[in-house]
């Protein structure tokens, strides 16, 4: 079945770019009828949707974060990405990849990405 | 932007009982409700979406229901595995989504 699977380093200093990468197996990145989408939750807290694109390169971006964000796909690695400029500590959350259409399923397990100073 | 606000933040219940939570859309989101459980640990997984069909695999004493701006997930009896953060999300704002604040039931 369709899996996902987040990557990148779990440790990014303040005022750089963070920047994650959602693999996709077992299914098509290529899809007409999905989405590929970001979310995040910082420790202890709800979950607040990032962005997401479509295959052919559309996105939609969250507009508190429209700024600072750049969602990428590779369709030939079955691979899409996240890049966050300019991080604070207020970044410090677990970044979860997932399909999404109007709802998210599924999703990948998560990475820890802490913000240092 | 829509603001989805979910009641209550958290509540303490038992095996056996029957649980429900509510989700408020800011606006009528028409049946454009979703929602998630996450364990500790884990990643959130699809329970109910478009407000109330049952996602695959998922037991059936989960359900949804409610249109417009006032939606309820109702566990009918409350097992040891329910134990988790629950969260609604609406999709009828186009390509912009937006989760509740969560529940947890302990």
């Known amino acids: 079945q369709l899996q996902l699977q987040e990557s990148g380093p779990g440790l990014v200093k303040a005022s750089e770019t963070l920047s994650l990468t959602c693999s996709v197996s077992?299914?098509?990145?290529?899809?007409?009828?999905?989405?590929w989408g970001w979310i995040r939750q910082p420790p202890g807290k709800g979950l607040e949707w990032i962005g997401s694109?479509?295959?052919?390169?559309?996105?939609h971006y969250n507009p508190s974060l429209k700024s600072r964000v750049t969602i990428s796909v590779d369709t030939s690695k079955k691979q899409f990405s996240l890049n966050l400029m300019s991080v604070t500590a207020a970044d410090t959350a677990i970044y979860y990849c997932?399909?999404?259409?109007?709802?998210?399923?599924?999703w990948g397990q998560g990475i820890l990405v802490t913000v240092s100073s | 932007d829509i603001q989805m606000t979910q009641s209550p933040s958290s509540l303490s219940a038992s095996v056996g009982d029957r649980v429900t939570i509510t989700c408020r859309a800011s606006q009528s989101i028409i049946n454009y409700l979703h929602w998630y459980q996450q364990k500790p640990g884990k990643a959130p997984s699809l329970l109910i979406y478009d407000a109330f069909s049952l996602h695959s695999g998922v037991p059936s004493r989960f359900s949804g229901n409610g249109s417009g701006t006032d939606f309820t997930l109702t566990i009918s009896s409350l097992q040891r595995e329910d134990f988790a953060t629950y969260y609604c999300?609406?999709?009828?704002?186009?390509?912009?989504?937006?989760f509740g604040q969560g529940t947890r039931v302990e």
């Open positions: 694109i479509y295959y052919s390169g559309s996105t």
């Open positions: 077992g299914g098509s990145i290529s899809s007409s009828s999905y989405y």
């Open positions: 997932a399909r999404n259409s109007s709802h998210f399923d599924p």
């Open positions: 999300q609406q999709s009828y704002s186009p390509h912009s989504w937006t």
